[in-house]
């Protein structure tokens, strides 16, 4: 049986981490009775591990849950754990269209302000800058 700091090292996971798992109940240890500290299993290493490797792929932690749930519940969790990928990935592609896109327009707003003065605020312009974009 490992405490919070045995664990988080075992797995390379700060304390943090494993006591945040703990309270939304990802991580659920036993007590020992002595001293009321939080004892983690060997399972609990393995689940650790897991968290850590889902995460890594870009997985939320209600995703960790639910692909949990299907597993403690005997099921196989591979099929929805392929949609919830894809889906993550389709949702990345959008994300990275339209960072691209604010890009574009903030590299052009540069490209414009190089031949702009700076200006004080007079009462008609806040920042002349910003406001000249159309």
């Not at 700060?14 to 939304?24: K, L, N, Q, S």
């Not at 650790?48 to 639910?66: H, M, N, P, V, Y």
Request: glycine share 6%.
């Amino acid at each position: 049986m490992l405490t919070v700091s045995e664990l988080s090292k075992e797995v390379e996971m700060t304390t943090d981490a494993v006591r945040h798992y703990v309270r939304i109940g990802l991580l659920v240890p036993s007590r020992d009775p002595l001293n009321g500290y939080k004892l983690f299993s060997r399972e609990d290493i393995k689940k650790a591990k897991f968290i850590g490797k889902a995460k890594s792929l870009g997985f939320t932690l209600q995703d960790i849950r639910t692909i949990l749930e299907h597993s403690d519940a005997g099921e196989t969790p591979c099929l929805t754990v392929r949609n919830m990928i894809q889906q993550h990935i389709d949702d990345n592609r959008i994300h990275l269209a339209e960072l691209n896109k604010l890009q574009l327009r903030m590299e052009a707003a540069v490209q414009k302000w190089d031949s702009m003065p700076n200006g004080m605020p007079d009462g008609k312009a806040i920042c002349h800058l910003i406001e000249s974009i159309t």
